[in-house]
């Protein structure tokens, strides 16, 4: 079923810029259309729909870095018929507006998101380690806890890991469903230049309960076709030309 689920990915990446019904996406799969969303829901961990609104965010994140195109051509050529619309979603999945995006991303003047004020000691704790087997970051890792599969807009708590730190602690998390979303980039090669390979570590949902402490161990790895875009903007992300202006940012 990956297969077809690679399919269906690769259908997205290729038409972001066209109307694609869930029926184009299972008719790349050649599968129905019941099954499909299934099987995908399966595989990614998320619906189809959110996984190609995810790829064109992802998209628009890069034109604005790294055009000159505006934000209203910019949305027309994700997608999305309404700039209003488009803006909404960005400033969501982002955190910040579009015209905000493409200024801290050229000038490299953010950072990781604020932390929450001082947590609820009833909320719940998620600590862990991130395991580095085979896989060199670049610099930093940013782990994140939120509401949903994709790593978009504010994360509840999250936590920055050092070359030196594996352990990672997400304090003041509220009684639910979430998902701990680990990122970074590859520094293993140094001729990757800026186009350096994204890692990522993922995990099932976790369910947290109050004043509970919750232990994980995630592995780093390379991300795959299968993975969803990370959206929320960070600097070594983000900025542009991003590995030669990892220290500044």
């Excluded at 076709?225 to 903007?233: I, K, R, Y």
């Amino acid at each position: 079923m990956q297969d077809a689920v690679h399919r269906a990915i690769e259908t997205m990446w290729n038409h972001y810029t066209e109307p694609v019904s869930l029926s184009d996406l299972a008719d790349a799969a050649l599968l129905s259309r019941f099954y499909f969303s299934r099987v995908f829901r399966q595989v990614t961990g998320t619906s189809p729909g959110r996984f190609l609104s995810a790829i064109r965010l992802h998209q628009a994140k890069w034109m604005l870095r790294d055009s000159e195109l505006g934000v209203t051509d910019i949305s027309y050529q994700v997608g999305y018929n309404s700039p209003g619309s488009f803006t909404s979603r960005f400033t969501r999945s982002v955190g910040l507006a579009p015209t905000r995006y493409r200024d801290h991303a050229r000038l490299r003047n953010f950072g990781p998101p604020p932390q929450a004020p001082t947590p609820d000691p009833r909320c719940g704790t998620v600590v862990g380690t991130v395991h580095r087997s085979g896989v060199v970051p670049l610099r930093n890792v940013y782990v994140g806890a939120f509401g949903s599969p994709i790593a978009e807009g504010q994360p509840v708590s999250w936590d920055v890991l050092g070359p030196e730190r594996p352990r990672f602690q997400l304090h003041g998390l509220p009684e639910g469903a979430w998902y701990i979303r680990v990122a970074g980039l590859d520094g293993s090669d140094p001729e990757y230049g800026a186009q350096r390979p994204m890692l990522i570590g993922t995990c099932p949902s976790i369910t947290v309960r109050s004043e509970e402490v919750i232990e994980l161990d995630i592995t780093l790895r390379h991300s795959s076709v299968f993975d969803l875009p990370v959206l929320f903007a960070l600097p070594e992300f983000d900025c542009r030309n991003r590995a030669l202006m990892a220290d500044a940012c």
